[in-house]
């Protein structure tokens, strides 16, 4: 049986980049939170606020791209050019017009629906206006995430890595000179920041379809159409992306809930803990390459129906997780040694509570890490999207938030019982994707892709 270094090369050539893409993304959003950082702790905890509503949209419609990617790469591993131009322009079309029905509702109700999260008064009066431009950006994000994922199931990752780049800095550099009122631009302060968000946004779509579709690009402009086999497409495409929309929205929409607790509990435990988190994301992310590589070198085998190759490539992207997990879980407990330098203006208290938050988390990254590669990767890969659904939301309103609810309030442990209750979440979850991992038949699999492109022809 091929080791995992037989297949490093081929992980490696597709994940770098898209881990890269990924680190430089939250880089620039690091260094855009410092940016809203001086404006003080209600700031910081506003955005906190905000993007939390805004990601329970944004990974849920998200999930397009997760099935679009799944299907082009078995399509490119089949050698289906056809198929990949239909499956690409579908999902495509579908992520703009549910998108911009959505942020529509949203945006004419952004203070009612923050009002009914329970945000406190100071909180909803910083947090609304950033939150209605937010809204804006999430079709531009949810088009570029689709893009992005077939480009990667096409074996082109470094395209939308540059394109990431590119928007990253407009991003920064335009929400600074917004917030601060710099380079002859108006001071806009808290707002500036989600202007500048938008603004990267619509650089990077604009990149991603030039690179997509231009002279150059590797499809040509196709969409399913309305006819047997096209309804067969979207309807292939919805059973992948719908449990895991409904997988994203329990995700989400926990994670608000464990947020509505920390607001609960103060302003400074809701920034303290949002730096934590924001910290833990530059490391988890640079380990988030598997995720594509999982679905490029898993659904290319699919296409090719070499059942074999799927099982072997599966368990390769998950043996090479392992040794990423262990080394950017150290390099997250270090972060914590350079919190005074980068946040010196929201406090000592808040610093503390973001300590024990990377400490705490550091110690479980194998776990969350493990939990990203199967339940986004080798799962959905191989059909079990019900399985990814199953883990998150037992973990989530079975086990995590209860205990959360248990132990912060009628327990009196505060954030410290939230974090304890988020680590439990983890566990349990590996636990459910383990077991869904080991029923995976690619067999069956390759047989249901067979059935499928019968039907589209």
């Known amino acids: 049986m091929p080791s995992t270094r037989t297949h490093l090369p081929d992980i490696l050539r597709l994940a770098l980049p898209a881990s890269a893409e990924a680190v430089i993304q939250l880089l620039f959003n690091f260094l855009a939170q410092l940016i809203v950082a001086t404006l003080g702790a209600t700031a910081v905890a506003a955005v906190g606020l905000s993007n939390n509503v805004t990601m329970v949209l944004m990974f849920t419609l998200a999930t397009l791209g997760s099935g679009a990617g799944i299907l082009v790469a078995r399509a490119h591993g089949a050698g289906d050019r056809d198929a990949v131009n239909r499956t690409a322009g579908t999902a495509l079309l579908l992520a703009l017009g549910v998108t911009t029905l959505l942020v529509a509702g949203l945006y004419t109700s952004a203070g009612p629906v923050l009002g009914l999260l329970g945000a406190p008064a100071n909180l909803l ?112 495409l919805l059973n992948f992306s719908l449990p895991l ?65 799927a099982a072997e490539r599966a368990r390769a992207v998950e ?35 973001a300590l024990a938050t990377i400490l705490v988390n550091a110690a479980v990254q194998v776990v969350k890490v493990a939990n990203m590669v199967r339940g986004a990767g080798v799962l959905p890969s191989g059909s079990d999207t019900r399985g990814v659904l199953i883990g998150d939301a037992i973990s989530a309103f079975a086990v995590g938030l209860p205990l959360a609810w248990l132990l912060a309030f009628p327990l009196g442990l505060g954030f410290w019982g939230v974090l304890v209750a988020r680590v439990l979440e983890e566990v349990v979850k590996i636990a459910i994707f383990t077991w869904r991992r080991r029923k995976l038949s690619w067999g069956q699999v390759i047989a249901g892709q067979t059935a499928l492109n019968a039907a589209t022809d």
Do not use: C, K
């Not at 689709?146 to 074996?155: D, F, T, Y």
């Not at 988190?277 to 090719?304: D, K, M, N, W």
């Not at 040794?323 to 503390?352: C, K, N």
């Open 245 to 309: 929309a409904a997988t994203q929205l329990a995700w989400s929409g926990g994670n608000l809930l464990y947020v509505l607790f920390l607001a609960r509990l103060g302003t400074e435990v809701l920034a303290g803990v949002q730096i934590g988190y924001t910290l833990e994301g530059i490391f988890v992310v640079a380990s988030s390459g598997l995720v594509p590589a999982a679905t490029a070198l898993i659904g290319q085998a699919v296409g090719q129906r070499d059942a074999a190759l």
């Open 319 to 353: 043996r090479f997780g392992l040794v990423t997990e262990v080394a950017f879980g150290v390099l997250f407990a270090l972060s914590a040694l350079v919190l005074p330098v980068l946040y010196p203006s929201v406090g000592a208290e808040v610093r503390g509570i």
């Open 125 to 236: 009066a910083a947090a609304t206006p950033f939150f209605q431009v937010a809204l804006l950006s999430v079709p531009l994000i949810v088009l570029s995430v689709v893009a992005g994922n077939v480009l990667r199931s096409l074996e082109r990752p470094r395209i939308p890595m540059v394109a990431t780049l590119i928007a990253a800095a407009v991003n920064v550099g335009v929400g600074y000179a917004l917030v601060h009122g710099a380079f002859g631009l108006p001071r806009l302060g808290l707002v500036g920041a989600a202007w500048g968000a938008l603004a990267g946004q619509a650089v990077r779509v604009g990149l991603l379809a030039v690179f997509l579709y231009g002279p150059r690009g590797p499809i040509a402009p196709a969409w399913s159409g309305v006819g047997a086999g096209g309804r067969v497409l979207v309807r292939d």
